[in-house]
């Protein structure tokens, strides 16, 4: 056997297998660049201050100060430079002129703790981008880079990139699952949490799936890979956060207008400043040019431009880490306000696996009879009633006859031909369109009960009738309980019966109900919401649903894994079928956009309380920069990182 582990990726980051980028390994914090540009022009900064204020050597000082310019400061001139020669004034030029005219102005200590307490906000800006795309690196480090794969009796080491479809990989006892792909032997309990935040570990056999990412607990596993690395469940959740976090929200592209006005507005009453009060009223020029060049860094919008990314990146890999898919701020944002929910029942609000409770011989033909043509028909159906009556039948024994010119018509029923004729299987509708009698008290008597019926019919008349009942999710109650607290409108959606339709949404305590639709009939009825109602939320499975999701303001798919479709389709994804998180997004919406709101109010009233103590020379340049852009930054930061705390 093989087991050397060979190394994969260069220092940049650079797959050696195949050339892709993975993730890049950082120097530890003591040997990052800019901390040791921090660390070097501080104590140089330090050094500059101690002779300026306790030695008459302040020429040296000044020299000092100059190098520390220098050392923090040559990037951000060489960038304000090129945005001058642009004609795009930025804030690095803005600190620039601040820097050189407080140098101008005998300030030198001043002007190099501009560039000093700038380069630091600079820092922070680029470790709140950094620890989102950390953010998105951890969710790819959870996929090993090596497959132990099996071949001709071997257990060979390679790299993920190099397994392909169809190979058949080991995953041993407390190791995590390379791809994603199909049990084929050996039993275990799978930790799926890293993929869909449940806290409980699933139970694995053959046959069933398997994805990249979870973690194998106590059984040994041979798994049959389905997808490459670049397509399993867990890369496309990487791609869809990554794609969520440069998307704009609404708030975000307002900040953006508002700080594309605001910095050359408070550039031109820094020019005012400068220029009227001398020209006017014969003030010294020097301290009137001193508070203009205040302004110009008050002008600097660094602050309110993150405050808003950096809470939606907070929110959104937050919801990641917690199996929950945003594909978008504006989506998080939209969650906050919203006034209908509206839930499909099956697979949502039921666990979309029903049962069959009831079979009725009717017209002269046994209960085995009844079993067996209904199973002939439905076992060409994908209908999730037709899966649960097959199931019954094979239970019992009951064998499948061939059948010739089967026709399926959607949301109706069946037609096929046995040996002994054509018989149907359908609802109440379908058996009114084709003319054939039914007992209609009967099927009352099941669909009072919440039970939703399938008629068997030989054409004249109804020859049995199969109930099934559809389990109720225990955490839908809650959900609609708490929706309902909220003073959120409850709406359910259906394709069963009025009286099903009715029994569900009393139990549930659900505000309105619709019955007996199409697919079409589906988006009809949101078209319709969306016109009553401003912000309109749907909850489906993300496959039968996909055209409902699409026209609501939000559309949330629930039970996405391994499920193209859902991810696909939806602009939220809840990985596991868990209604709880329904309520999870809410809150995370509520919570992070009361975070923008902080930070936008605070970054606002900073600058604006600043820009006016500048006009009395109350506030100095250091303290513009230390408490006006670095410090802010720094809050703004920490106030967005409260958001990760949401469970």
């Given at each position: 056997?093989?087991?050397?582990?060979?190394?994969?990726?260069?220092?940049?980051?650079?797959?050696?297998?195949?050339?892709?980028?993975?993730?890049?390994?950082?120097?530890?914090?003591?040997?990052?660049?800019?901390?040791?540009?921090?660390?070097?022009?501080?104590?140089?900064?330090?050094?500059?201050?101690?002779?300026?204020?306790?030695?008459?050597?302040?020429?040296?000082?000044?020299?000092?100060?100059?190098?520390?310019?220098i050392l923090a400061g040559h990037g951000i001139?060489?960038?304000?430079?090129?945005?001058?020669?642009?004609?795009?004034?930025?804030?690095?030029?803005?600190?620039?002129?601040?820097?050189?005219?407080?140098?101008?102005?005998?300030?030198?200590?001043?002007?190099?703790?501009?560039?000093?307490?700038?380069?630091?906000?600079?820092?922070?800006?680029?470790?709140?981008?950094?620890?989102?795309?950390?953010?998105?690196?951890?969710?790819?480090?959870?996929?090993?880079?090596?497959?132990?794969?099996?071949?001709?009796?071997?257990?060979?080491?390679?790299?993920?990139?190099?397994?392909?479809?169809?190979?058949?990989?080991?995953?041993?006892?407390?190791?995590?699952?390379?791809?994603?792909?199909?049990?084929?032997?050996?039993?275990?309990?799978?930790?799926?949490?890293?993929?869909?935040?449940?806290?409980?570990?699933?139970?694995?056999?053959?046959?069933?799936?398997?994805?990249?990412?979870?973690?194998?607990?106590?059984?040994?596993?041979?798994?049959?890979?389905?997808?490459?690395?670049?397509?399993?469940?867990?890369?496309?959740?990487?791609?869809?956060?990554?794609?969520?976090?440069?998307?704009?929200?609404?708030?975000?592209?307002?900040?953006?207008?508002?700080?594309?006005?605001?910095?050359?507005?408070?550039?031109?009453?820094?020019?005012?400043?400068?220029?009227?009060?001398?020209?006017?009223?014969?003030?010294?020029?020097?301290?009137?040019?001193?508070?203009?060049?205040?302004?110009?860094?008050?002008?600097?919008?660094?602050?309110?431009?993150?405050?808003?990314?950096?809470?939606?990146?907070?929110?959104?890999?937050?919801?990641?880490?917690?199996?929950?898919?945003?594909?978008?701020?504006?989506?998080?944002?939209?969650?906050?306000?919203?006034?209908?929910?509206?839930?499909?029942?099956?697979?949502?609000?039921?666990?979309?696996?029903?049962?069959?409770?009831?079979?009725?011989?009717?017209?002269?033909?046994?209960?085995?009879?009844?079993?067996?043509?209904?199973?002939?028909?439905?076992?060409?159906?994908?209908?999730?009633?037709?899966?649960?009556?097959?199931?019954?039948?094979?239970?019992?024994?009951?064998?499948?006859?061939?059948?010739?010119?089967f026709k399926s018509i959607t949301g109706r029923?069946?037609?096929?031909?046995?040996?002994?004729?054509?018989?149907?299987?359908?609802?109440?509708?379908?058996?009114?369109?084709?003319?054939?009698?039914?007992?209609?008290?009967?099927?009352?008597?099941?669909?009072?009960?919440?039970?939703?019926?399938?008629?068997?019919?030989?054409?004249?008349?109804?020859?049995?009738?199969?109930?099934?009942?559809?389990?109720?999710r225990p955490a839908a109650f809650d959900v609609?309980?708490?929706?309902?607290?909220?003073?959120?409108?409850?709406?359910?959606?259906?394709?069963?019966?009025?009286?099903?339709?009715?029994?569900?949404?009393?139990?549930?305590?659900?505000?309105?109900?619709?019955?007996?639709?199409?697919?079409?009939?589906?988006?009809?009825?949101?078209?319709?919401?969306?016109?009553?109602?401003?912000?309109?939320?749907?909850?489906?499975?993300?496959?039968?649903?996909?055209?409902?999701?699409?026209?609501?303001?939000?559309?949330?798919?629930?039970?996405?894994?391994?499920?193209?479709?859902?991810?696909?389709?939806?602009?939220?994804?809840?990985?596991?079928?868990?209604?709880?998180?329904?309520?999870?997004?809410?809150?995370?919406?509520?919570?992070?956009?009361?975070?923008?709101?902080?930070?936008?109010?605070?970054?606002?009233?900073?600058?604006?309380?600043?820009?006016?103590?500048?006009?009395?020379?109350?506030?100095?340049?250091?303290?513009?920069?230390?408490?006006?852009?670095?410090?802010?930054?720094?809050?703004?930061?920490?106030?967005?990182?409260?958001?990760?705390?949401?469970?």
């Amino acid at each position: 056997m093989e087991h050397k582990k060979e190394e994969h990726f260069t220092q940049a980051g650079v797959c050696t297998t195949c050339g892709k980028e993975g993730l890049a390994v950082k120097d530890p914090l003591w040997k990052q660049r800019g901390i040791i540009t921090v660390v070097g022009a501080g104590v140089v900064f330090a050094v500059g201050l101690y002779l300026e204020i306790f030695t008459p050597h302040r020429w040296l000082a000044q020299a000092l100060f100059l190098l520390v310019v220098i050392l923090a400061g040559h990037g951000i001139i060489k960038r304000g430079v090129l945005s001058l020669l642009r004609g795009r004034l930025d804030m690095n030029f803005l600190m620039t002129i601040a820097s050189a005219g407080a140098f101008l102005i005998g300030h030198g200590e001043e002007g190099a703790a501009v560039i000093f307490l700038f380069y630091i906000a600079e820092l922070l800006e680029d470790y709140a981008a950094e620890r989102a795309r950390r953010s998105v690196g951890e969710l790819l480090s959870l996929a090993p880079e090596t497959a132990t794969l099996k071949k001709d009796h071997r257990e060979v080491v390679v790299h993920v990139h190099q397994v392909r479809v169809g190979d058949v990989v080991v995953v041993k006892p407390g190791d995590r699952i390379p791809l994603d792909g199909v049990v084929v032997h050996g039993t275990s309990s799978v930790n799926q949490a890293p993929i869909t935040g449940e806290s409980m570990p699933v139970e694995k056999t053959q046959g069933d799936p398997v994805f990249a990412g979870t973690i194998n607990q106590e059984g040994y596993l041979e798994i049959r890979v389905t997808k490459e690395s670049s397509e399993t469940i867990l890369s496309k959740i990487v791609r869809i956060v990554e794609q969520a976090e440069r998307e704009k929200s609404p708030t975000e592209a307002f900040i953006d207008r508002f700080a594309r006005y605001y910095t050359p507005a408070v550039v031109s009453l820094a020019l005012l400043v400068m220029v009227l009060p001398p020209l006017i009223w014969g003030f010294p020029f020097s301290e009137w040019f001193y508070r203009a060049l205040v302004l110009l860094v008050v002008a600097c919008p660094c602050a309110l431009a993150i405050s808003t990314p950096v809470s939606m990146v907070s929110g959104i890999t937050s919801a990641a880490r917690c199996g929950v898919l945003i594909k978008g701020g504006s989506y998080l944002e939209e969650l906050r306000k919203v006034r209908v929910v509206v839930f499909d029942k099956t697979g949502t609000l039921t666990e979309g696996s029903p049962e069959v409770t009831d079979v009725v011989p009717l017209e002269g033909y046994k209960r085995e009879d009844v079993l067996r043509i209904a199973l002939s028909l439905e076992a060409r159906s994908k209908h999730p009633l037709a899966d649960a009556i097959v199931a019954r039948a094979e239970k019992e024994g009951i064998r499948a006859e061939d059948v010739r010119d089967f026709k399926s018509i959607t949301g109706r029923g069946l037609i096929a031909t046995l040996k002994e004729g054509t018989f149907y299987a359908g609802n109440r509708s379908f058996f009114k369109e084709n003319n054939m009698s039914f007992q209609e008290d009967l099927l009352e008597g099941f669909e009072d009960e919440g039970k939703t019926v399938v008629l068997l019919g030989n054409g004249q008349r109804c020859i049995g009738v199969i109930a099934l009942m559809d389990r109720i999710r225990p955490a839908a109650f809650d959900v609609i309980r708490s929706l309902k607290k909220n003073h959120i409108k409850t709406v359910m959606l259906t394709g069963d019966n009025e009286r099903v339709a009715r029994a569900i949404a009393r139990r549930l305590g659900i505000d309105e109900y619709y019955s007996e639709l199409l697919p079409e009939d589906k988006v009809s009825t949101i078209e319709a919401l969306l016109k009553d109602h401003e912000h309109v939320v749907m909850i489906g499975d993300g496959i039968n649903d996909a055209p409902a999701l699409a026209r609501a303001h939000v559309g949330i798919a629930m039970g996405a894994i391994g499920s193209d479709v859902a991810i696909n389709t939806a602009d939220v994804v809840l990985m596991e079928d868990d209604l709880t998180r329904v309520d999870y997004l809410i809150k995370l919406s509520k919570k992070t956009m009361a975070v923008v709101k902080q930070n936008i109010i605070a970054s606002i009233t900073i600058k604006g309380s600043f820009a006016l103590l500048a006009f009395p020379g109350i506030v100095t340049l250091w303290l513009a920069v230390a408490v006006g852009d670095m410090g802010l930054s720094l809050a703004v930061i920490l106030n967005a990182l409260r958001i990760g705390k949401i469970r």
